[in-house]
């Protein structure tokens, strides 16, 4: 496989090319203000070589100069539910650690992260009991 583009923004991979209504949902959710006008930095890697990319092989394949604190797939599980839960990956503390986090809370985390405001910590600590999912604070 490919090794993923080297942005400033944070990645948001395809992994699952079953739905592409869901995809353009999903993708419209990533570029949609959220209510206080907040928005996710992302690049969208749309690339059917990354079809099926687990997050083990996606972490095999960040370039060396990848500065951004976290990587996120739009799996099949992200693709499955109105919500959105893309799989972010930590790459800074605990490297591959995952939370799901539905795509309109996105901007939380990764203006957050970014900005070294939080720690990947908190917001796994903030996920639904039930199904593990960050839908905000």
């Known amino acids: 496989m490919n090794q993923l583009p080297c942005t400033l923004e944070a990645l948001v991979v395809r992994t699952d090319f ?7 949902a999903l993708r419209a959710s990533l ?13 969208v890697v749309d690339d059917r070589r990354y079809e099926g990319l687990t997050s083990g092989q996606a972490l095999d394949l960040i370039p060396a100069e990848y500065q951004h604190p976290l990587l996120v797939l739009a799996d099949s599980v ?27 809370q996105l901007w939380s985390i990764e203006n957050n992260l970014s900005g070294a405001n939080m720690d990947f910590e908190e917001f796994a600590g903030a996920v639904d009991d039930e199904d593990g999912v960050f839908r905000g604070f």
Do not use: I, M, T
């Open 31 to 43: 570029f949609s203000p959220s209510k206080d006008g907040f928005l996710a930095n992302v690049a």
């Open 78 to 104: 992200a693709l499955a539910s109105g919500e959105r839960p893309l799989l972010v990956l930590d790459l800074q503390g605990e490297r591959g650690r995952g939370v799901r986090v539905v795509a309109a």
């Open 18 to 24: 079953s739905a592409d209504g869901a995809w353009g």
